[in-house]
């Protein structure tokens, strides 16, 4: 079993170069099957979120999912390789579990991260392409992360990716209260985002997204309107603040339909939060006057509040995944001779069937059950002790000494013997 986990993140790209090879969800289970029919990898899982795309698999070496990687979003390996990490074995075991446990993100200690990898999971298993030591990885991973949150204080003190888009807005107007605020997209992340703009009870809310009905569920819950993606350009302009974050493949805010929304707001500011990757609003638009663009990795400089209070926790963390790591890595070794004592008991086997199949005929043809007994355990003493014995004719030197050690741990026998 070949384990290694490699990818890209926040901390080793840009969001420029992570958009190019982010996965839309809807295309994902055939992203997987095409790359194990490709003969990349044996299994794979791919986790893709806004702060990072990681590819887990079995595979003999990573280099031909890498070039997989590549061919599949069109870019040049070279391109590729300044901003990507190859982790092999125990490495990728304990990266598995500290991105699960928050510790690797953006926000240290949020738990949308542990939801995104068991959906990666989930899609790897529609796929097919979640086999035996995968299923065991993430197993693992699930219940390492699981005794860090409720082992630790990790998550204390917590300022999330929706908080923290909030008071950047309060940066920008003096009261939320007083704006219109509209939601692009209805998943996760925006429904974060709605609950705390809520909270903050602005003059108007509106979601948008592509299914209507969505839209309609999550207005429902902040007491907000729900409109479709084709009506934007005529609601863009009625809007203060926008939060986006879809999974569209193509910017869904232009340049130009900002630049006309401006224009009817007779250019009052319109603050924008980008949460998508790849981005849902053009670079473009930054430039436009009046406009305060902010995108996932701006977001990092706000999250950093509480760090300093949940930085011994990360000790107590990384105690739980070194362990963890220890017992999954243990497993695989052990998993590994599985082969070696599958052959030692096939071999053995043989032995014994040879050595019964003479005595029913000695006993057949008359002989005493007692000589045919002592024949019988004598053959096997014979067959089971002639290959540590004839192996241990035929070393020499160092090889020797290293082999009668081998063989008093296998036997138990003490020195004297």
Partial sequence: MQLYAFGLNHQTAPLAVREQVAF???????????????????????????????LYCNAAEPGH???????????????????????????????????????????????????????AVRQAEEAGTLGFLLHKLFQRTFSVAKDVRTQTEIGANLVSMAAAAVRLAER??????????????????????AVHFAARSPKHITVANRTLERAQTLARRINGHAITLAELPEQ?????????????????????????????????PLFIVDLAVPRDVESEVAELNDVFLYSVDDIAEVVKDG??????????????????????????????????IRALRDHAERSRRQELERAMRLLAKGESPEKVLEAMSSGLTNKFLHAPTHALNHVHGGERENFLEVVHRLYHLHSEE
């Fill in 236 to 268: 863009l302009a009625q809007h203060d603040i926008i939060v986006t974050c879809t999974a569209s493949q193509l910017p869904i805010l232009g340049k130009g339909m900002v630049e006309r929304a401006l224009k009817a707001r007779k250019h009052k």
């Fill in 172 to 193: 920008i107007f003096p009261s939320i209260s007083d704006q219109r605020v509209l939601f692009i997209g209805a998943g996760e992340m925006i429904e974060l985002n």
């Fill in 65 to 119: 999912a890498v070039d997989w990687l590549a061919e599949y979003h069109k870019l040049p390996r070279k391109d590729l390789e300044p901003y990507l990490y190859t982790l092999p074995r125990e490495l990728a075991v304990k990266h598995s579990f500290r991105v699960a446990s928050g510790l690797d993100s953006m926000v240290l200690g949020e738990p949308q991260i542990l939801g995104q990898m068991k959906q």
């Fill in 24 to 54: 839309n969800a809807d295309g994902m289970e055939n992203a997987l099957r095409d790359l194990v029919e490709n003969g990349a990898a044996k299994e794979a899982a791919i986790l893709s979120t806004c702060n990072r795309m990681e």
């Fill in 307 to 340: 760090l300093d209070a949940r930085q011994s926790a990360v000790k107590e963390a990384e105690v739980i995944i070194d362990s963890g790591v220890s017992d999954f890595v243990h497993w695989m070794e052990s998993r590994e001779v599985v082969p070696t």
